[in-house]
Structures are given as C-alpha cells and as structure tokens.
C-alpha cells in the first residue's frame, strides 16, 4: 500500500522533470544570431550591401538607419514594391574609399569657395555639391566638361543630426548657364521655409561622392569644410572614364618623337663611324707617301 502511494506521487515529480528536459533542449537546440557587420564604402566611394536570406527594404533600412525613399532613389532599379532578392547588391549609401583608386587622385576638391550671403538666415547654411566628367583628367573642370549622372552626393555632419544623400545630376543652370550644382539646405522654389530635418546648420561636415561605374576618380572622393551661418560652400569632384585612358594621343605622340629621335640618332652615330673610317684611311696614306 505504501508502494502504491509513492508511485502516485513520484508521477507529477516526472513529468515536471520530463518538461523541464523538453525546454532545455529546445534552448539549446534554437539558432544563434550572429554578429552584423556595416559594410564599408569601396574605391569608388559606394557603400554596397549584398542582400540575404529574410531581408525586405524595410529591415535594410532600418539596419543601416537609411531612411526607406533614400534607399528606392539610390537604387531605381527597385519595382514599386520595393522587392529584392537573395545575393542582389544594394547601394546603401556614401562615404570615403576604404582604399586607393587606380589613378593617383589630383588635389583637393576643386574649386572650393565659400561665398557670404547678404542677409544670413536662421543660423543655417547651404553645400552645393557637383560631380563632373573630368575628360582630360587635370582635376580641374574646364568650360566644355560638364555634369555626370549615375553617381551620388553624400553631406554630413561631423557631430551627427543631419546626413543626407542625393543622385548626381547633368543639368544644367539656365541662369548661369553653368552645370547645374546639387545644393543641401537650400529652399527650393515655392516653399518658405524647408523642414528641420533637411536644415543645414552651421558646422563641420563630410561632403562624399560615389562615382559611376566605368569611371575613375581625378579627386579625392571625401572631403571635410567647415561653414558658417549664412555661408553658401561649393564643392567639386571629378572622374574621367577609364574608355578616354585607353586610347590616349599624347601618349602616340610621345611614341613617334621616341622613333623619329631613335632614328635620327642612329644616323648620326653611323656618319661619326663613317667619318671616323675615312680619316684613318686618309692617315694611313699620308704616311706611306712621307716613306717613299
């Protein structure tokens, strides 16, 4: 009788035992989240996300904090429900080169200025921006070489609060009839006032470019300024396609002046030769006549 009743009891004692092992095993047994790694931006400037298994525009948005339309602009070829798929490289964003491009960069981001305007408003200020096809690879933007599309405009601040991105365009100013440049915190026509989230206040800021594909850059690609309120700052970068480097005249020049030199210098060694010949002949017979 006794046995009958420690059976009776001992039966809840297993089964919460039973349950305790069933929990510990599902535990053990569920996957283990890695850790995220944000990718780094590469020569040309562009941050790439490759896509995984279980991503959605949303969840790269929110990963890489970028808001969900500047994600769809920086990578048109999204449909309108924003689908993608396993492997897809996505463009995230901009910043510097996490290495040196193939050609040796030029100087600074050229020209930089930073022009006072008359009336300072609201302790902001504006960064006008331009990526321009730099054909002869100088660095330097001539009258004829004008905007580059496909690329991207990166501003942000060194302290954080503002970042903002932009495609780069090939308009151009009908006013200034100039290559149209890309200007943060400016107000545009019809509005008042722009939103707090897109005011540029004064400060330091990281002004970045992302050049299109086939291209090379001709000035560094991440540049630092500082401005005031009231202040208008210019900046310019320059790429130069890699098809005008492939077939460069002056470097045929410089082959045929090489030739014709090489030529004209072999002449004059076989006429020294040929001098030299003769004279020897001559002293030769001047001797002899001199014996006899």
Known sequence: MKTKHLFLFSLP????????????AEASSSPQIGQFQTPTAGPDGRIIYTVRDGDSCQRIALLHNVDLNQLRSLNPELDENCTVILGQKLMIGVGGPASEPTLT?????????????????????????????????????????????GGAISVTN??????????????????????????????PDGLDQLPDSEKLPEGKYT???????????????????????GDRAFVAFGAQSQASTLDDPTADEGGGQSALLGIVGAVLLLGGAGLGWYAMRMGKSSSKVKYQ
Request: proline letters at 9%; one cysteine or more; glycine letters at 8%.
């Open 13 to 24: 004692v297993l089964f919460v035992l039973l349950l305790m092992l069933s929990f510990s």
């Open 105 to 149: 960069p030029g100087p600074s981001p050229t020209p930089t200025e930073v022009l006072p305007t008359p009336t300072p408003f609201g302790g902001t200020t504006e960064v006008c921006v331009l990526l321009f096809e730099d054909t002869n690879g100088n660095a330097l933007r001539e009258e004829t070489e004008l905007g580059l599309a």
């Open 158 to 187: 060194s302290l954080g609060g503002y970042s903002q991105t932009r495609n780069s365009i090939s308009e151009i100013d009908l006013e200034t009839e100039e290559p149209a440049y890309i200007c943060f915190g400016e107000i």
């Open 207 to 229: 002004v970045s470019a992302a050049i299109p594909d086939g291209y090379n850059p001709t000035i560094d690609l991440s540049y630092s300024i500082e401005v005031k309120a």
